[in-house]
């Protein structure tokens, strides 16, 4: 283990390290033995490892979880769409990676049957096996990405690799550690949980409003040409969806 551990953290350079960044590389170090997963074992990942301890870190931060809801999608199809309606090789690389990075943590440190407080698991709610394969999927397209952003294979280039490559093993380790050791769900107050939920909910459903308007203003100058019944029947549709999602609007298509 000692060997293992100082591989990263030497002596005189342990002073200078965060005690939550040191101690979440110690339990992921013991974790990887004890799982029969050490480091370097059928390719280099030490990388990996320090990919990991920063990725645990960063999960005990409210900021982290406000800078990554933008990014985030419950459903496959709500991911796509983003992907496709933008151009910018950098965005969709950050898409693809955080949620895979969502994902890796849902399954491997947040997969309780029994607890009450899943978080973060709610944002991916399909089986297990289902997750596994969207977590190994999304790092392919976030390493994909990442090579054509940065054009050439550079160190998080290769980690992304890796993570998509040996995705189970990682759950494994991470699983082993939340078990033994600790158990971040307790250092995520309730109310953190539901804030994350309910913003990136309340994010989907403004851009689903914005895009009812826009439609629905098209919509109503065609009214306003023709008088057909049949797009008043369609207005007054939209009218009743948009009230859904604002239920400050107000509307008499006669007025």
Not at 12 to 18: A, F, H
Not at 64 to 93: P, T
Not at 173 to 202: A, K, V
Request: net charge neutral.
């Amino acid at each position: 283990m000692s060997n293992d551990l100082h591989a990263y953290v030497g002596p005189d350079s342990k002073r200078d390290i965060e005690p939550t960044f040191y101690f979440m590389l110690n339990c992921l170090l013991y974790s990887r033995l004890e799982t029969g997963n050490p480091s370097n074992r059928d390719y280099y990942d030490e990388d990996v490892n320090m990919y990991l301890t920063n990725l645990l870190c960063s999960f005990m931060k409210p900021e982290y979880h406000h800078r990554a809801k933008k990014y985030l999608s419950r459903y496959d199809a709500n991911l796509f769409s983003k992907i496709e309606r933008s151009s910018d090789v950098r965005l969709k690389y950050t898409i693809y990676k955080t949620n895979a990075d969502f994902l890796l943590i849902s399954i491997g440190i947040f997969r309780s049957p029994t607890t009450k407080k899943l978080g973060v698991m709610q944002l991916f709610r399909n089986s297990e096996e289902a997750q596994m394969g969207r977590g190994k999927t999304y790092y392919n397209f976030a390493y994909t990405y990442s090579q054509a952003m940065f054009k050439k294979t550079s160190g998080i280039s290769e980690v992304l690799e890796k993570l998509s490559n040996g995705f189970e093993r990682y759950v494994e380790i991470l699983s082993h550690m939340r078990g033994e050791y600790f158990n971040i769900l307790d250092r995520l107050s309730t109310g953190e949980i539901y804030h994350l939920e309910r913003e990136i909910d309340d994010a989907q459903a403004s851009k689903e409003l914005k895009a009812l308007q826009d439609k629905f203003l098209d919509k109503y100058s065609e009214y306003l040409k023709s008088r057909d019944p049949k797009l008043r029947e369609e207005l007054d549709t939209m009218v009743r969806e948009i009230k859904r999602l604002d239920a400050s609007f107000n509307f008499h298509i006669d007025s």
